[in-house]
């Protein structure tokens, strides 16, 4: 990746000064597969297979929150095994987009489930994943659509 991209994307994300030019290089990556979704690309759902600690996950918020720049009526659903990842994941995205933007749910949570699908976007899991843990890789599904 080139120097000014890197440096690019350390000045747009805080959480990016921790993070080593490789993870910013993969996380740049990732945000473009979801980027590839949108414009119809590539047809979902994506299975990014990285390493502990490559930047997935972080790539992820990014494409999330370049994408509702880009076409702010498309509505994501993020989807992850882990229902810790659940609250982590939406703090992060909400730093950017907002609560009233972005919604979460998961079957230990007491949150309503028929207003946080309403929202634009939602970071989802299930009680049982299908996703072995010994596999670390972020998987989505979601549907992109303009209104």
Not at 18 to 24: A, G, P
Not at 60 to 82: D, H, N
Not at 101 to 130: P, W
Request: hydrophobic share 35%.
């Amino acid at each position: 990746m080139w120097p000014e991209v890197i440096k690019r994307r350390r000045h747009q994300y805080t959480e990016a000064k921790y993070l080593s030019d490789w993870q910013i290089h993969s996380a740049h990556l990732t945000a473009g597969a979801i980027d590839a979704l949108y414009t119809g690309f590539s047809d979902g759902p994506i299975f990014v297979p990285m390493p502990t600690g490559s930047g997935k996950t972080t790539g992820a918020i990014w494409g999330i929150v370049e994408l509702l720049q880009k076409a702010p009526s498309a509505r994501l659903c993020f989807f992850t095994p882990y229902i810790e990842a659940v609250e982590d994941i939406y703090q992060k995205v909400c730093k950017y987009l907002g609560s009233e933007i972005v919604g979460r749910y998961h079957s230990s949570g007491f949150e309503d489930k028929s207003s946080a699908l309403q929202k634009q976007v939602v970071i989802l899991t299930h009680q049982r994943s299908t996703i072995p843990r010994q596999h670390d890789a972020t998987y989505w599904s979601w549907e992109c659509t303009e209104y």
